[in-house]
């Protein structure tokens, strides 16, 4: 039996390199030699026990990582039969796999699909050298986007979502809680969008700084009091450059409660604020009502990627969102556990980290 270099999660901070056997395919199945794999921040939630896979026990043992790109390896016989794909084929894979049968899926709402499964959260996923997924979860990645950059589509596909439920129209003054990867990737679909202006809040200056590179017009710094972005009353100083109007559009990518009230706070009349971030299970948010009432706002959240690869492909294909400059580390397939470790602890001032199996 052939066998691969995986990394093995069992339980809390306890996930080893080992040979395990090559994943065999069914007929609908196709085999996917990794190339690249982003670190999520749900990685790393995992490996510290602080959320539970999708298995029976919620451990292990079970192979991590669901941001990938790769070269097909292997192909089962329905995909084959109508060609979709072939042995060399670069792609990407979305992890969250729907049945395809159930009512949702036929509602058209495959992120909420009764019998899904997730490779890397439920299935085994990308820390290894092969992966087995359904045909179905497959797409080409065009020549010009690199393995490395294209690693970044599945959190993408998701950012594309949340702004999708945004609802951006031209000009609006739009504000981006989190300037990590997300933050960076929305910043930018802000602009492909239309928005007139992009404020970007965040607590670390360096992350901030990363916005220079995408037009973002503002930045605000809410905790380090040192940082020549700092502003102890956020929505005075929104308030300041938008004239009074407050901001049209907030998002949310980060799982802070404090911070998705603070942007429904800083919401103007009719604003609309989704909430990206995944929040703890105890959290509960708590909003003004009669102000909230009276503006006319809205609050809307956004669920992983559904109907949003495609155009997410496209806008990396078409240089609207530059996904491969925020890739900041690169580390090898043996050193996963390493990986994880050093972006917790912020080793180097990360933005996004990626694993390769080359």
């Not at 691969?4 to 030699?33: C, G, N, R, T, W």
């Not at 049209?248 to 942007?263: C, H, K, L, Y």
Request: proline share 6%.
């Amino acid at each position: 039996m052939a066998t691969m270099k995986a990394h093995v999660f069992y339980e809390k901070e306890k996930m080893q390199l080992e040979d395990v056997p090559v994943p065999e395919i069914s007929d609908i199945e196709v085999l996917v030699k990794v190339k690249k794999v982003g670190i999520c921040g749900s990685d790393i939630s995992y490996y510290y026990g602080l959320s539970p896979v999708d298995t029976p026990t919620g451990k292990g043992p079970l192979t991590l990582g669901h941001e990938f790109t790769g070269v097909v390896e292997k192909v089962g016989s329905v995909p084959a039969s109508m060609g979709l794909y072939k042995e060399g084929d670069r792609v990407v894979v979305n992890p969250v796999q729907n049945c395809n049968a159930c009512y949702m899926c036929a509602d058209g709402k495959p992120h909420l699909c009764q019998n899904m499964s997730v490779l890397g959260v439920s299935v085994p996923g990308a820390f290894a050298e092969y992966v087995a997924s359904k045909y179905t979860g497959l797409f080409k990645l065009p020549d010009n986007i690199s393995f490395e950059g294209g690693a970044l589509t599945e959190p993408m596909a998701c950012a594309l979502n949340g702004m999708r439920r945004l609802e951006i129209e031209p000009g609006n003054f739009v504000t981006v809680f989190g300037p990590g990867p997300m933050g960076m990737m929305m910043v930018q679909m802000a602009r492909a969008m239309g928005a007139g202006k992009v404020a970007l809040v965040g607590t670390r200056d360096y992350r901030l700084e990363w916005g220079k590179k995408f037009g973002v017009d503002y930045f605000f710094n809410v905790k380090d009091q040192k940082s020549p972005y700092y502003t102890g009353n956020l929505k005075d100083s929104i308030s300041e450059v938008t004239g009074g109007k407050l901001s049209d559009r907030v998002i949310v990518p980060t799982g802070s409660n404090a911070a998705f009230e603070q942007g429904v706070d800083i919401g103007g009349e009719m604003s609309i604020i989704v909430q990206f971030g995944l929040p703890n299970e105890e959290d509960k948010f708590s909003i003004p009502a009669l102000e909230f009432h009276t503006m006319d706002k809205q609050i809307r959240s956004a669920w992983l990627a559904p109907l949003a690869w495609p155009e997410t492909i496209r806008l990396i294909q078409e240089g609207l969102v530059d996904v491969d400059s925020l890739v900041s580390h690169t580390y090898p397939l043996e050193k996963t556990d390493q990986a994880i470790k050093d972006l917790t602890n912020r080793v180097g001032d990360p933005m996004k980290v990626v694993i390769s199996t080359d």
